[in-house]
């Protein structure tokens, strides 16, 4: 088996606010029917080709990692979830629009990935403060996405948008909005469309990619809900 160059994505943020539909919309380029809730992580896998049609072209393969719980979550889920935030090579911080809170948690959440090994509480606080020194120095690159875009009220987008605007800062991060049942959000040529690539090829630059062969055996997951079988090793 060839090898292939492969990243890792960790796709972040409370329950319900859409990830299982944007992960499916990213890879699959449709629409999730029927999302569930997601048990422990679900993992697709998205075909990035880095400055195509150009001598420098390279095809990788994003693995975007669907991570589910709460950030409220007992220690011992936290624990769970920190063996998923190993070797990540970029975060989608995922939030609800319509949910200001799931917005909030986007702090406890990045904090708990980068900084596995300390507990991340006491960031948020009564006003909302939190401590920004612990995103300064941050190698790891960050996409803000929000969610159900298409239930704000007209006259309270510029407020919601606002709001995602100072969100966004925060990360450091480029903030996508968009309606997770309408493809056209993503569609090719769109601003949308272009920051994502933008993340993508940031990711698969930036990071150390790893090589893949048949040799190695730590198999940790068999994805075949694509056009094809993907094995993920550790």
């Known amino acids: ?10 796709v972040l943020g409370d329950s319900g606010v859409g990830k299982s539909s944007l992960v499916h919309l990213l890879c699959q380029n449709q629409v999730l029917g029927n999302p569930s809730w997601t048990v422990g992580c679900s993992v697709d896998v998205r075909v990035q080709d880095y400055k195509e049609g150009t001598p420098e072209e390279k095809t990788y ?3 975007l990692w669907d991570v589910g719980g709460s950030v409220g979550s007992a220690s011992s889920v936290k624990s769970t979830r920190a063996v998923f935030y190993n070797s990540v090579n970029g975060i989608i911080l995922v939030h609800d629009l319509t949910n200001k809170k799931s917005s909030q948690n986007l702090y406890r959440w990045s904090l ?11 960031v948020i606080v009564s006003n909302g403060d939190y401590d920004r020194e612990q995103f300064a120095e941050n190698p790891v690159p960050l ?6 875009f298409d239930q704000i009220p007209e006259n309270k987008r510029n407020e919601v948008l606002t709001r995602t605007g100072f969100l966004s800062e925060d990360f450091n991060a480029e903030e996508i909005n ?3 049942t309408n493809p056209r959000y993503l569609a090719a040529g769109t601003s949308n469309a272009v920051k994502l690539s933008r993340f993508f090829d940031k990711v698969s630059t930036d990071s150390q990619t790893e090589n ?3 040799t190695r055996t730590n198999i940790i997951i068999i994805i075949v809900n694509s056009a094809f079988t993907y094995m993920s090793y550790i």
């Open 178 to 180: 968009l309606d997770c």
């Open 143 to 148: 996409l803000l996405i929000g969610t159900k």
């Open 212 to 214: 893949i062969t048949d």
């Open 1 to 10: 088996m060839a090898s292939l160059d492969r990243v890792k994505v960790l």
């Open 112 to 122: 708990e990935a980068l900084n596995k090994d300390s507990s991340p509480t006491g």
């Open 61 to 63: 393969y994003i693995e």
